[in-house]
């Protein structure tokens, strides 16, 4: 069983970011995996790195759109990422920096409060009109 599942509650109602969002749960399911079944380190670190291409070019790509619609949100939901891709990219540089030979259960707690505050709660709001 997959740890993250796309549902309809993730539905932003743009084809499109679904699809990049089903990618990005994927990159999440592969890198709990590895991390949960022991993974070398180095291992779990370039999962983690492939995550963090993927969300640069979902986020550029998610602002084009946005900006294509004339969103009115866009600046704040534009900070929003910086603020979710640093975080990102700080623990996963702490993480290759660190001790640990695999990511702790607060980093699985940040992936999901990503999909379930960011994509279920702001995500939607430019696809439905909000
Ligand atoms: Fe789909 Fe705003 O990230």
């Given at each position: 069983?997959?740890?993250?599942?796309?549902?309809?509650?993730?539905?932003?109602?743009?084809?499109?970011?679904?699809?990049?969002?089903?990618t990005l749960i994927d990159l999440m399911n592969d890198l709990h995996t590895k991390n949960e079944s022991g993974r070398d380190k180095q291992e779990l670190i370039e999962a983690a790195e492939a995550l963090i291409a993927y969300t640069q070019k979902h986020f550029e790509d998610?602002?084009?759109?946005?900006?294509?619609?004339?969103?009115?949100?866009?600046?704040?939901?534009?900070?929003?990422?910086?603020?979710?891709?640093?975080?990102?990219?700080?623990?996963?540089?702490?993480?290759?920096a660190g001790q640990d030979p695999k990511l702790g259960d607060e980093f699985t707690t940040f992936l999901k409060t990503w999909l379930a505050t960011h994509i279920r709660g702001i995500d939607t709001k430019y696809g439905y009109g909000l």
């Open positions: 069983m997959t740890y993250f599942e796309w549902d309809t509650s993730l539905d932003v109602n743009v084809q499109a970011m679904n699809e990049q969002h089903k998610e602002e084009q759109y946005m900006e294509s619609i004339g969103y009115s949100g866009l600046e704040s939901h534009k900070k929003l990422h910086e603020t979710l891709l640093t975080e990102l990219v700080s623990r996963v540089e702490a993480f290759s």
